[in-house]
């Protein structure tokens, strides 16, 4: 008999990039993320920029031999604890510039190449998320007369979701660029949820509303309407989340 995979939400590691400018709350909000998930993560920080309350793995990142095994060795390690089950890579740019070796002409970039991919089939053979954190070149928008590497295509293709930080000021936002959705468990009772959470959730409904009408500021009708569409494919959109997603227009 064949073996289904449980694709229920909660059931599905969460695969997520965080991208933006420096400054502008990536980590920040990584950190937010988790525990808003109830994530146990552990942050491997390739700019030694991470000061969040998230514990940082120490390895030794002096040469691209010692970067890649020093990675590997800590997905081994946690995937065999129950003390974390999220690494989160910050600053990844850097890591994939570590992970080139030292070898002539372009068997450098081919080693890079086959390393990253070995540490993804890790990460994507085990049962952690894993949470990209990175600068806007790991925005394929930012790429207009150039082609990005295979690496950054890769990490924007296997994550959920994508979620850029931008700040004005002292203010810091972050904005939901790509999601899938997760199957729901109508076996299991639905939690309450606050109204900050809730709140939430709406703004990331009415990103992606206004992702798929490509206008950054769509009118309340032109949000209703989109909203209807999705209606009929999504269970979770009721008339209070209407609501709260007119609220935010």
């Known amino acids: 008999m064949l073996k289904l995979k449980d694709r229920r939400a909660g059931n599905i590691p969460k695969r997520v990039l965080i991208y933006g400018d420096p400054g502008s709350g990536k980590s920040s909000y990584c ?3 988790c525990r808003e998930n109830n994530l146990k993560e552990i942050v491997i920080d390739f700019d030694s920029t991470n000061f969040t309350k998230s514990p940082v793995v120490n390895i030794d990142l002096s040469s691209d031999l010692k970067a890649y095994k020093g990675i590997k060795e800590v997905i081994k390690e ?3 604890t ?20 030292s070898a002539n002409g372009m068997r ?37 007369d150039t082609t990005p590497n295979k690496s950054i295509i890769r990490i924007n293709s296997l994550v959920n979701w994508i979620y850029s930080c931008k700040r004005d ?4 936002t972050q ?23 809730t709140d939430m959730v709406a703004g ?28 009929k494919s999504d269970s979770n959109l009721n008339d209070e989340m209407k609501d709260r997603i007119l609220k935010l227009v």
Do not use: H
């Open 31 to 33: 950190n937010e993320y």
């Open 204 to 231: 990331d409904y009415l990103e992606q509303i206004k992702t798929n009408l490509n206008k950054p500021n769509p009118s309340k009708i032109e949000v209703l309407r989109e909203y209807k569409e999705m209606k």
């Open 108 to 144: 450098r970039f081919a080693d890079r190449s086959d390393r990253f991919n070995s540490i993804l089939k890790e990460l994507l053979s085990s049962d952690l998320s894993v949470i990209f954190i990175g600068q806007w070149d790991m925005s394929l928008d930012s790429y207009q």
């Open 78 to 80: 946690v995937k065999n």
């Open 82 to 101: 129950e003390e974390y089950d999220t690494i989160v890579f910050d600053g990844v740019g850097t890591m994939l510039d570590l992970l080139i070796s």
């Open 169 to 172: 000021g002292d203010t810091f």
């Open 175 to 197: 904005t939901l660029i790509k999601f899938r959705k997760e199957l729901e468990d109508n076996k299991t009772e639905k939690k309450s949820v606050s109204k900050e959470s």
